[in-house]
């Protein structure tokens, strides 16, 4: 899936798929692999939506690390992302031009998260519902 085809070169341009194709693309699909931009491009809800039940999902890339939690309630059972070790130097890594290519193994690290089995028995504990209606 890809919002823009112009992304794609070459011998991957057959396999492109707009992201309306994605009920149709996902059929019969065991595992999904999304990117994080997907949530920068607006597009994480319809894709999450058109995967089955019984498709196991993970979520890659620095965006998706941002805050995971939404994920996990949504079924989505891994996040691969990056953490930021060092902000001050990730700062100057970027007001000087660079981009998140020069951040790993200067600043940052790669991390993967997985959702607390707690969760899956309260999936409230994700955004804190239990707290606010004093569970």
Same mark, same amino acid.
């Given at each position: 899936m890809e919002k823009n085809p112009e992304? =794609?070169? *070459?011998a991957d341009l057959s396999r492109y798929r707009p992201t309306g194709a994605a009920t149709?693309?996902?059929?019969?699909?065991? %595992?999904?692999? =999304?990117? *994080?931009s997907a949530l920068v491009n607006h597009t994480m809800d319809a894709l999450l939506d058109a995967v089955s039940t019984f498709c196991r999902i993970a979520v890659a890339g620095p965006t998706a690390s941002l805050f995971p939690l939404p994920l996990f309630a949504r079924g989505v059972e891994v996040v691969g992302g990056?953490? #930021?070790?060092d902000p001050a130097r990730? %700062?100057? #890594? $970027?007001t000087e031009g660079g981009s998140g290519?020069? $951040?790993?193994?200067?600043?940052a690290q790669k991390i993967v998260m997985v959702p607390?089995?707690?969760l899956k028995a309260n999936p409230a504990r994700l955004i804190g519902l239990d707290r606010a209606r004093g569970a």
């Amino acid at each position: 899936m890809e919002k823009n085809p112009e992304a =794609l070169r *070459g011998a991957d341009l057959s396999r492109y798929r707009p992201t309306g194709a994605a009920t149709e693309a996902f059929a019969g699909a065991e %595992v999904a692999i =999304l990117t *994080g931009s997907a949530l920068v491009n607006h597009t994480m809800d319809a894709l999450l939506d058109a995967v089955s039940t019984f498709c196991r999902i993970a979520v890659a890339g620095p965006t998706a690390s941002l805050f995971p939690l939404p994920l996990f309630a949504r079924g989505v059972e891994v996040v691969g992302g990056i953490r #930021i070790a060092d902000p001050a130097r990730m %700062v100057r #890594i $970027l007001t000087e031009g660079g981009s998140g290519h020069h $951040l790993r193994g200067e600043c940052a690290q790669k991390i993967v998260m997985v959702p607390d089995p707690m969760l899956k028995a309260n999936p409230a504990r994700l955004i804190g519902l239990d707290r606010a209606r004093g569970a």
